[in-house]
């Protein structure tokens, strides 16, 4: 198929996904197509005449992905040149006919003053946070899907210094740090082809990575056994180090990181999966996407170590909920704790001084 045929079949997605509000598109049958825009899904009309004018678009996206129809079966996960990620799932497996959902990746990401602007974060954390990175300690952005981890991730990693060699690990080019890290190496997991070769994972490219002399390694999301050689890694030397991690509340990220563990080594005593856990882990920042649509840090929360057979957590800032105002918009406020973090003396060990201030109730 030529690539104007290509464009030709696309016709009927370009109004969608050249308005820039539009960050998720979602086709669940040729009748009924709903986009995300400012947290909100909404209804537009169908650009499709029927399931078979729908199956034509999908198969010229997976074209452009070096992907057919026939090779792929009947769930498909791809990623576009421009970033943006696709997934298909056609009958018999899906019973309402082809669904497609198109996740568009713009390449901008939010600037620190824009995410305080936005009210998802207050100068406070992110002065915290700083300090943190500069410290080297061990970072986990958690939250649910959409919740905005990759953004975050994307606004701490831009704390990393730009004399550094930092490696990134990701299952999709998303991360774009700052031009002036003159010693950044990218490197993107690959799916096997049609004949189930060639795969390389998440696993092997962090084990390789850990090869490539990193000050600095940050990994885009850990899902499976990768989780073990992340921990083990900062347990070992490569401090600083920071990822993304799917997860409901601090508590659960412990839950999920001790499960993910076992899929790598079952062997492993659960009491020695959190011992390393307990040691590699500073701080776990968690956001949510709320009810509102609005993006949130709703805690930033120190991993205190080992109590008993217990790992401990205190929380040093969290977003305090005050009600919701005549436009629907959730109010509050970002506020201390009065915890005082344990890791103060790294602070001081990297010549950071934070006021105590900062940690006192507002």
């Known amino acids: 198929m030529s690539a104007k045929q290509d464009t030709n079949k696309l016709a009927p997605l370009e109004p969608i996904?050249?308005?820039?509000?539009?960050?998720?598109?979602?086709?669940?049958?040729?009748?009924k197509v709903y986009v995300e825009k400012q947290g909100q899904f909404v209804d537009i009309p169908t650009p499709f005449r029927d399931d078979e004018h729908l199956l034509d678009v999908i198969e010229a996206i997976l074209e452009m992905a070096g992907r057919t129809l026939k090779e792929s079966g009947p769930m498909v996960d791809v990623r576009l040149s421009d970033g943006s990620r696709v997934n298909v799932v056609l009958p018999p497996v899906s019973l309402i006919g082809p669904v497609l959902t198109i996740r568009k990746f713009t390449g901008r990401y939010l600037s620190v003053e824009e995410v305080i602007r936005f009210g998802a974060v207050s100068e406070d954390i992110i002065e915290f946070l700083r300090a943190c990175v500069q410290a080297r300690l061990n970072i986990i952005t958690a939250g649910g899907v959409g919740s905005g981890k990759t953004t975050f991730l994307n606004i701490v990693a831009g704390m990393l210094p730009?004399?550094?060699?930092?490696?990134t690990v990701e299952n999709?080019?998303?991360?774009?740090l700052p031009e002036q890290m003159k010693r950044l190496v990218r490197m993107e997991s690959r799916p096997s082809n049609a004949k189930g070769e060639g795969e390389v994972t998440i696993r092997d490219l962090v084990r390789n990575a850990l090869r490539m002399r990193p000050d600095r390694l940050v990994?885009?999301?850990v899902r499976g056994p990768e989780t073990?050689?992340?921990?083990?890694?900062?347990n070992t030397g490569h401090d600083g180090s920071m990822f993304t991690i799917h997860a409901n509340s601090p508590r659960d990220v412990l839950a999920r990181l001790e499960m993910q563990v076992t899929y790598?080594?079952?062997?492993?005593?659960?009491?020695?999966?959190?011992q390393m856990m307990a040691s590699a882990i500073n701080l776990i920042t968690y956001q949510e996407r709320l009810q509102d649509g609005s993006r949130k840090i709703l805690k930033v929360t120190e991993v205190t170590g080992m109590q008993g057979d217990v790992i401990g957590?205190?929380?040093?800032?969290?977003?305090?909920r005050t009600g919701v105002n005549e436009e629907g918009r959730i109010t509050g406020s970002f506020s201390a704790t009065g915890r005082i973090p344990g890791f103060l003396d790294r602070f001081r060990?990297?010549?950071?001084?934070?006021?105590?201030?900062l940690f006192t109730p507002t």
């Open 228 to 234: 073990f050689d992340i921990l083990q890694a900062m």
């Open 219 to 221: 990994v885009g999301e």
């Open 264 to 274: 790598a080594d079952l062997s492993v005593p659960l009491l020695s999966i959190r």
């Open 349 to 357: 060990a990297a010549g950071i001084e934070l006021p105590l201030s």
């Open 313 to 320: 957590l205190q929380d040093i800032f969290e977003f305090r």
């Open 172 to 176: 999709a080019g998303e991360l774009n």
């Open 162 to 167: 730009p004399n550094e060699r930092i490696v």
């Open 17 to 31: 996904l050249s308005d820039p509000d539009v960050v998720e598109v979602m086709i669940d049958g040729y009748s």
